[in-house]
């Protein structure tokens, strides 16, 4: 996730001559150096160093993390943290008083600059704090101001999100596949199925019932299909798998990991 967001700094024309990345593997490090022209230094230099750090480590690596740098922070400084799971308040206990604090939720489509991110400031963060993590996402899609209380909902929507719509297609391929389909046409038809749908969505605003019910001609392949989707419960398998990610997102920030 964390080149996920430097590769969109590049693609949006910032200057990244001046950022700094801590990286512990050497042959990472020569590797993120040479591909973006970034300068890789220990994290108690880039925390000395930087008005504003973005945090992209596993939420079970934060703890240790913010251990690492903390006594490099000083009041004033930005941290835009990515973790899922890991809240404001668990780093404002773990950073210097004064530290502004802003709680990201990304997802991966930021690689092709149509990420969805989610922002919430922590106790001590100012609007040009805020408005800061706010353009440092906009590099690489939408950002949404969100109350925190909101994350791990939004973390189980649009952060695991991109994961579910490929499981999707996946299955619409494989299907495809099993009717005796090529590979490569099931392939090219779902994937422009998808697009075309999302841009549906995305362009008419209408909403997703009315859109699916304008397929679904009476007594028509499309109403059979759907049938078969509601007998095996696909609907309520949605709700319950959205709401075991919206759970582990709490139980990381519990420190669960
Ligand atoms: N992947 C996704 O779709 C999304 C991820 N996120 C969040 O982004 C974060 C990263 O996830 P993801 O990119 O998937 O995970 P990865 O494991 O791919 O990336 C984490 C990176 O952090 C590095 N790292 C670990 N500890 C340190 C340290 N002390 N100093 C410097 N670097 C360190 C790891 O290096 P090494 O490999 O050498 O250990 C690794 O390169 C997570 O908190 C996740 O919740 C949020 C939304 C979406
Ligand atoms: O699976 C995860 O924990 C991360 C957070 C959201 C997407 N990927």
């Not at 703890?63 to 400084?77: M, N, T, W």
């Not at 353009?135 to 109350?147: D, E, F, H, N, Q």
């Amino acid at each position: 996730m964390g080149e996920t967001l430097l590769s969109g700094l590049v693609r949006a024309g910032r200057r990244v001559d001046h950022l700094l990345v801590g990286e512990k593997r050497a042959e990472r490090a020569s590797e993120l150096e040479e591909r973006y022209g970034v300068a890789v230094v220990s994290n108690v230099e880039a925390a000395r160093k930087a008005d504003t750090l973005a945090l992209v480590v596993k939420p079970q690596d934060m703890g240790d993390l913010l251990d690492e740098i903390a006594s490099a922070l000083r009041p004033g400084q930005l941290v835009v943290s990515l973790a899922a799971g890991i809240t404001t308040a668990f780093i404002e206990a773990r950073v210097p008083e004064g530290v502004a604090v802003v709680r990201v939720m990304p997802n991966t489509p930021a690689l092709v600059d149509e990420g969805m991110a989610a922002i919430s400031p922590g106790s001590h963060c100012s609007e040009d704090h805020l408005a800061e993590a706010e353009a440092l996402m906009a590099s690489v899609g939408k950002v949404l101001r969100i109350p925190e209380r909101q994350q791990d909902a939004v973390t189980a929507i649009s952060g695991s999100g991109p994961a579910y719509i490929f499981y999707v297609v996946e299955s619409m391929i494989e299907a495809g596949v099993h009717l005796g389909l090529p590979r490569s046409t099931a392939s090219e038809l779902v994937i422009q199925t998808l697009v075309g749908s999302g841009k549906m969505l995305r362009e008419t605003g209408t909403h997703p019932t009315v859109l699916r019910e304008q397929v679904t001609s009476p007594a028509g392949t499309t109403a059979a299909a759907l049938r078969e989707l509601e007998v095996h419960k696909v609907r309520a398998a949605f709700l319950a798998a959205m709401e075991a990610a919206r759970d582990r997102s709490r139980a990381l920030a519990e420190g669960n990991g």
